[in-house]
Structures are given as C-alpha cells and as structure tokens.
C-alpha cells in the first residue's frame, strides 16, 4: 500500500508564502502534516497559515527570516528547535537570482545567491538532522531548477548556484541516508509563478518583444505545451516527504513537462 500519511510529521517549509513553496505546505499540510513556514513578510505569513488545512488537528505556525541574512535565519531557527520543536521535514526554498549573462554579473551577485540558497539550506539543514536522526525519520528537499540539468540561457548567476546546491545535496544524501534520512532535489520547469512572470517581463523589457511573444516561445520549447502550476511541482514534493519515498536519495527530479534535453 503507497504510504502517503504524514501525520505526527513536522515541516519547516522555507519560502512558503506564494507560488511552489505554499502549495508544497498546502499539500503537506493535507497529508496531515504540522506545518511550519519560513519567510520574510510576517503579514504574508499569517495570511498563508491560514490557508492550511487542519482537519486532523495539524498545529501550524510561522517562523519570521530573511534569507538573505543568513546569520538571522541561523538565530530565528535555531531557537525554533531550542524550544522543542523537531523537524522531520525540510522544504529548502528560496526566489532565485535576477537574471541576466554569466560574462556581465558582478561577484556580490554570486556572493549574495550563495548565501540565500547554498548557506541557508546547509544552515537550516544542520539544525534539524539532530531531531530527524532522533526519529528514524528525515525529508530533506530542496527546490532548484531544471538548469542543474542543463543550463538555462540568461541565468548565468542561477545556473552556477543551483549546480552548487544541488552537488551539495548529493554529497549530503550519501552522509544521512543511514539513518533514515533522505535528501533529494525537486527541479521544476517553467511554471506559473511570480518569477516566471519577472523572467517573461526582463526579456521583454530587454528584447522588445511583445510579453506573449516571449511567452509562446518558452511553450514552444516544453513538449507538454503549457506551463506548470505550483500544485504540480509540490505533488512531487509531496511524495519525496512521505514515508512511501524512504528508497529515493540523492536524486534530482526535474518536473518540467518534458523540456529538459538530457535523461
């Protein structure tokens, strides 16, 4: 039988206020989780605790970060856990990098997304195994983007971060995945979002072509023909969290609809 329950889990959930990150703590949530989010905005926060589902009973909450800070996310969490709570899910999510060529970033630029994305998840990570490791239980997944698969065009700072993380979640998964601890990569393709909308506006702005224009040509790339919602993508979330997953590790999963050109 496919055991989806998560009843009993915790989840800490980063970068849950909209798009993939709240319907990951939506869906979770329904599975019969305890939610907990993680961002920046705490008005956005409390409205996004709201539309959790608790019929089982989930207790819910918030934790108020900014991960580009990544020595307040450090101090936020590890009171968090301090106080009793232990985490059995982690959701590592964060906005990614302005796009833009490699050849004309600036330094700061990796330097900043190497703190928000790489830093945080490996700080936040750190903080929760003790409590996973405790249980016999841990989820740790990170949401990235298809570019570890093949880098995308015009997100040169993105492109070499996310390879970043997603080696350091590989090398992660062979040191946790003893004591019942898996981590794994979710690669979501072009899907509804705000970035979506700010990466479809840039090239406008800069191409002078029309926003639809540049939107049928990203379709035009994506076997499926459309672009993904968020609930999608935390579907697999969804099933890389719960128990009927415990075999997957160390994995990077593009759900794209079919656009990535490599196996």
């Known amino acids: 039988m496919l055991q989806l329950d998560l009843k009993g889990k915790n989840a800490l959930i980063a970068g849950s206020?909209?798009?993939?990150?709240?319907?990951?703590?939506?869906?979770?949530?329904?599975?019969?989780?305890?939610?907990?989010?993680?961002?920046?905005?705490?008005e956005s926060l409390k409205e996004a605790v709201s539309k959790l589902p608790a019929a089982q009973g989930q207790q819910h909450g918030y934790l108020v970060a900014d991960y580009s800070r990544p020595e307040e996310v450090r101090s936020v969490v590890q009171d968090f856990i301090a106080a009793g709570n232990a985490i059995h899910i982690l959701i590592n999510n964060s906005g990614g990098p302005a796009a833009g060529p490699v050849v004309s970033a600036q330094t700061d630029a990796f330097l900043q997304a190497f703190n928000q994305h790489l830093i945080c998840n490996h700080i936040v990570s750190g903080l929760v195994l003790d409590g996973m490791k405790a249980a016999g239980y841990g989820r740790i997944i990170n949401i990235i983007s298809t570019s570890v698969k093949i880098p995308l065009k015009n997100l040169g700072v993105s492109n070499t971060i996310r390879g970043a993380v997603a080696s350091w979640a590989k090398t992660m998964a062979n040191e946790v995945a003893a004591y019942g601890i898996t981590v794994n990569n979710v690669l979501p393709g072009a899907t509804a979002t705000g970035r979506l909308s700010s990466i479809i506006d840039n090239k406008s702005a800069k191409t002078g072509m029309d926003k639809d224009e540049v939107a049928q040509e990203m379709l035009a790339e994506i076997p499926a023909a459309r672009f993904g919602t968020p609930e999608e993508i935390a579907s697999v979330i969804a099933f890389l969290a719960s128990p009927a997953a415990a075999y997957v590790n160390g994995t990077s999963i593009p759900v794209d609809g079919g656009r990535t050109g490599s196996i």
């Not at 993939?20 to 329904?30: D, E, N, P, Q, R």
């Not at 907990?36 to 905005?41: D, E, G």
Request: net charge neutral.
């Open 17 to 42: 206020t909209q798009g993939i990150g709240l319907a990951s703590a939506v869906m979770l949530a329904g599975m019969g989780a305890n939610c907990t989010l993680i961002a920046r905005n705490e």
